[in-house]
């Protein structure tokens, strides 16, 4: 089981382009542009996925809007997504990707990873995502769906949020 280093580069394939992306912990804000805020978030002793189509199961997150910081973005991506309200958040780092190769070459982006205590409104999706699901945390690596190459960096927001990261 690999889990990311601070600073170790991940090779991160995607359809045209080639990324390299990097764990870095919250005392370490590394430069690029904001890309947005994704949290493991926790309902008592269970972790919220949702998914956009029913199959395939994600931590909520998302893009930042004009004027939201790291937490703004956070707490609105998971009221969206999940249709819960965030009671309190501790950042476990920051994940920092840049594209060497592809249409994107050049292109730095920096995303805030969480973890959140939240409290569940409910579900009434009006965004992109169409189901929640409550997990408990030592069967979250086996209900996220995650691609092989993101594995080292899932896997280390994992081990940081405190939830078992996989076999």
């Known amino acids: ?7 170790e580069a991940v090779d991160i394939i995607t359809v045209g382009d080639h990324w390299q992306s990097s ?3 919250p005392s370490n804000l590394p430069t690029g542009t904001p890309h947005g805020s994704t949290g493991v978030c926790t309902v008592g002793d269970r972790v919220v996925l949702v998914s956009d189509d029913g199959r395939h199961w994600q931590l909520p997150g998302g893009r930042p809007e004009d004027g939201e910081d790291w937490s703004d973005t956070l707490a ?5 997504e999940a249709c819960a309200t ?3 958040c501790r950042l476990l780092g920051f994940s920092r990707g840049v594209c060497v190769r592809g249409p994107e070459q050049g292109l730095v982006l920096v995303r805030a ?3 959140a205590d939240v409290d569940l409104d409910a579900w009434r999706p ?4 169409v189901e929640r699901r409550l997990v408990p945390p030592e069967s979250v690596w086996d209900a996220l769906t995650v691609p092989v190459d993101w594995e080292p960096i899932y896997r280390r927001i994992l081990v940081e949020a405190g939830i ?3 076999r």
Do not use: K
């Open 76 to 80: 609105r991506e998971v009221s969206e």
């Open 113 to 115: 990873l969480w973890r």
């Open 1 to 7: 089981m690999h889990i990311a280093a601070d600073g």
């Open 164 to 166: 078992p990261a996989g």
């Open 23 to 25: 764990w870095y912990p």
């Open 86 to 88: 965030v009671l309190d």
């Open 126 to 129: 009006a965004h992109e995502m």
